[in-house]
């Protein structure tokens, strides 16, 4: 430990000491003047996540008709099919480390079900509505009301298409959404989504 000029203290390489912050085991980094050679100087003492917490898990969800991908409106939602899809995907999540489950169904009971019982079993989710992304106040409040964070997905650009698929119910109830690049709109949601949860100390 040194003293700059400044009198505050420096600490050489990210020195972390383990504390319990409301019942939960985190690190504490010592960042101060770590990268003082390039003139940043951080916080004395930033949190991070606990390096060896569990794995951050997302599930993702595939709304009405996304079975049929692959072979479905190909000029305007390609020719990747939802298995294809969460190869992408998984390899992304390889990079992330984090893990992933999938879930496709057409029936919005379903959905909401799973929405609801997701609090407490992930951390996040990765959704695309489908259809009912334009109709469903049902899946907006099991979003809203489970409060797990969730990213909206699409292929397409919905706000560049019909009239009526424009609007979505659901968007506000989640963190963000993600439209219009086709198969990679679900890896950028699953990169911003992991992003946020890690800034939220998640995972
Ligand atoms: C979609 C867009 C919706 O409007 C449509 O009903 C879908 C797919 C998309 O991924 O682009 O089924 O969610």
């Avoid at 504490?28 to 003047?33: I, T």
């Avoid at 706000?159 to 009526?164: G, L, Q, T, Y």
């Amino acid at each position: 430990m040194r003293r700059g000029g400044d009198g505050r203290r420096k600490t050489e390489n990210g020195r972390r000491k383990k504390k319990k912050v409301k019942g939960q085991e985190r690190w504490l980094f010592d960042l101060a003047w770590t990268d003082r050679e390039v003139g940043v100087c951080y916080p004395m003492r930033t949190t991070g996540p606990n390096p060896d917490s569990r794995v951050m898990k997302i599930l993702v969800l595939n709304g009405p008709n996304l079975q049929l991908l692959g072979r479905r409106e190909p000029e305007i939602y390609g020719r990747t099919t939802l298995a294809g899809i969460r190869k992408l995907m998984e390899a992304r999540a390889r990079t992330l480390k984090v893990s992933l489950e999938f879930m496709q169904s057409n029936s919005e009971g379903d959905l909401v079900t799973a929405i609801g019982e997701s609090a407490g079993r992930f951390d996040g989710l990765v959704f695309n509505p489908a259809a009912y992304t334009h109709t469903s106040l049902a899946l907006r409040d099991a979003i809203a009301g489970a409060g797990t964070p969730c990213v909206e997905v699409h292929l397409s650009q919905i706000a560049a298409r019909e009239e009526i698929r424009r609007t979505s119910l659901t968007a506000p109830a989640c963190i963000g959404q993600v439209s219009g690049f086709g198969p990679d709109s679900y890896g950028l949601a699953l990169e911003g989504l992991v992003g946020y949860l890690r800034r939220a100390g998640k995972g």
